[in-house]
């Protein structure tokens, strides 16, 4: 089973820069470095796809959660950016949580709102695979994903503006 949720943050920085942004290696290794306090890596990137290897000290994690983690979460996230058709462009990723039964997906669209702002609509999956637990914890993790997806919204606005 899964549970489904839907977030939705916004950018101070047009459509056209968001989207440059997020086709530059730079901007991934920024995210990598700043968004957890244990800073991870970018595996690979082709322009339109970025690997990362991101780390999640237990701190940033749920409480329910934290009960059964002793160490830092490695997390291998896979983005794919699509391209700018109609002031907006699709993004997905898929997350796998090494070494544990949670993975999340899910699919964003940024859209251009007037010149200067860009609202990013996400809508994931997250899958807990403990039997009798993981829909209690499903939407735990959801709930954390959001407050992390407004970190990253923030980190990519002072990124653009230090480096576009």
Do not use: C
Request: glycine share 6%; no cysteine.
């Amino acid at each position: 089973m899964s549970t489904r949720s839907e977030n939705t943050v916004t950018i101070n920085q047009p459509l056209e820069k968001v989207h440059e942004a997020l086709s530059t290696q730079g901007y991934w290794a920024h995210i990598v470095a700043t968004l957890s306090p244990e800073p991870g890596e970018v595996h690979e990137f082709s322009g339109n796809t970025a690997v990362l290897y991101e780390v999640l000290p237990t701190s940033l994690l749920p409480e329910a959660v934290q009960a059964m983690v002793s160490q830092a979460l490695k997390v291998k996230r896979t983005v794919t950016i699509g391209e700018v058709v109609d002031g907006q462009f699709p993004v997905s990723f898929t997350a796998d949580v090494k070494g544990t039964p949670v993975d999340f997906k899910g699919d964003i669209t940024y859209k251009a709102e007037g010149e200067d702002k860009t609202v990013l609509n996400y809508v994931t999956e997250v899958s807990v695979n403990i039997p009798l637990m993981g829909a209690a914890i499903e939407p735990k993790v959801a709930e954390a994903l959001g407050e992390l997806f407004s970190n990253e919204a923030q980190l990519t606005e002072q990124w653009i503006a230090a480096n576009l």
